[in-house]
């Protein structure tokens, strides 16, 4: 089982910058995809960012290119989400994912965690 920890939201000016941090626990292990997704109340998830264990090969939602980047730091089991020139679109609850694939005789299974998020709130 993994715990995933999210910090670093807050409220800040359009144009202002925050790094949020999400940090894995429990039985973490290893080779595990970490990503970003934003949502507001009442809203469904929306992609954000993902990056592979390497750290090689990042993905990001086409709303945040060039704003957003993530990474991680594998020793500390903590992925980062550097969110520069924010705009008020960016206001949303972030929740931080682990996944997992899970190789078994017959098939694949993905085992996802999340965390319980943590709010940004870009003031215009």
């Known amino acids: 089982q993994v715990q995933l920890v999210e910090s670093g939201g807050g409220l800040v000016q359009a144009g202002g910058s925050l790094r949020l941090s999400c940090a894995a626990s429990?039985?973490?292990?290893?080779?595990?995809?970490m990503g970003w997704f934003r949502q507001a109340p009442g809203k469904e998830r929306e992609f954000v960012a993902t990056?592979?264990?390497?750290?090689?090969?990042?993905i990001y939602a086409d709303s945040v290119k060039g704003r957003l980047t993530i990474s991680r730091d594998n020793a500390k089991n903590t992925a980062y989400l550097q969110m520069n020139s924010l705009v008020p679109a960016d206001t949303d609850g972030y929740y931080c994912?682990?996944?997992?694939?899970?190789?078994?005789?017959?098939?694949?299974?993905?085992?996802?965690?999340w965390g319980q998020g943590t709010k940004v709130t870009i003031s215009s």
């Open positions: 994912e682990a996944a997992y694939t899970v190789f078994v005789p017959t098939t694949t299974r993905k085992d996802i965690y």
């Open positions: 429990g039985r973490t292990g290893s080779n595990y995809v």
């Open positions: 990056i592979r264990w390497s750290g090689s090969t990042t």
